[in-house]
């Protein structure tokens, strides 16, 4: 008994000393998390409700102000569809990709160091190549006039610009949410897929019976984070088009930041981030909803 009694304490002190370490440790990251992420959240929320009458200390003004201004609603609008046709086809490609990366193929080692590429390459560099590609006096421009067809507008044309840009961030978003997957599709179990073959399963039903739904973790991370990334696309519209032909790139990223630091407008800048913040926490949650609902 006087031994599981001073075994017991030594546990306890042990515990004690290891949650003490464990603070210590993490006592960082949440000090960063704080005066990085959850105070400057503050400070905008704050700075976007301050009202210039000092008899006034809270006013939606900035958010009055933002819903009537044209070029505010056109940003909102065109990261909707730059959004609604990304995600889905980032995330399509991405499964696509790892499906075929997951089968034992030939130079499989050569075709996912090829996928990851692009990823390692910083935003900004990946944006000059293509900048370039895509001149109208670019290589792009130069194979198609070679192949007999008319030379395209690719960064200057309203109607191509938009999907010049889905195709930048693509470049770089596949690749990176295919190792997400391709570790998912790793992790199922191969004599699940083995029985369901023996149950007379094709391969369509084993990918969408067996694969798919467990599959879902890793698909629902992968739609999350690909959806807050592509909400929070700036570097390749400032590089390639600063939002044009008119306006036609002008995402939300890029509104707020001409709306902040070329026009000087600071409580518009945080209205917006406030407005965009708002918009990402509800498009996440409703995935959230639907994933966790086809999951039961």
């Not at 005066?35 to 503050?42: I, K, T, Y």
Request: net charge positive.
């Amino acid at each position: 008994m006087a031994y599981e009694v001073r075994r017991s304490g030594w546990l306890a002190r042990l515990s004690h000393n290891e949650m003490t370490a464990g603070a210590l440790m993490l006592a960082p990251v949440f000090l960063a998390l704080v005066f990085l992420r959850l105070w400057p959240a503050v400070i905008a929320v704050a700075h976007s409700l301050s009202s210039d009458d000092a008899g006034h200390s809270i006013s939606l003004g900035a958010y009055t102000s933002l819903f009537e201004d044209p070029t505010f609603l056109n940003s909102l609008y065109r990261t909707a569809l730059f959004s609604i046709i990304v995600n889905p086809f980032q995330i399509a490609l991405a499964l696509l990709i790892a499906v075929l990366l997951h089968r034992r193929i030939a130079l499989g080692g050569l075709w996912r160091t090829l996928v990851i590429l692009p990823v390692v390459i910083p935003q900004s560099i990946s944006a000059l190549i293509w900048g370039v590609a895509l001149r109208p006096d670019g290589p792009l421009n130069a194979t198609l006039v070679a192949l007999g067809l008319p030379a395209q507008g690719f960064l200057t044309s309203t109607v191509q610009a938009l999907p010049s840009i889905i195709i930048v961030v693509s470049w770089v978003g596949v690749g990176y949410w295919t190792t997400f997957l391709l570790a998912g599709l790793k992790d199922i179990p191969v004599s699940l897929l083995e029985a369901a073959a023996l149950d007379g399963a094709n391969a369509r039903q084993r990918f969408r019976y067996v694969t798919l739904p467990l599959l879902r973790r890793p698909l629902l991370f992968v739609l999350v984070a690909d959806t807050v990334s592509n909400f929070l696309v700036f570097a390749p519209v400032q590089i390639l088009t600063n939002g044009g032909p008119q306006d036609t790139t002008n995402l939300i990223m890029a509104d707020i930041f001409t709306r902040t630091f070329v026009y000087n407008d600071d409580k518009g800048g945080a209205a917006a981030t406030v407005i965009l913040v708002a918009v990402v926490l509800v498009v996440v949650m409703i995935q959230f909803r639907m994933m966790k609902g086809r999951g039961e």
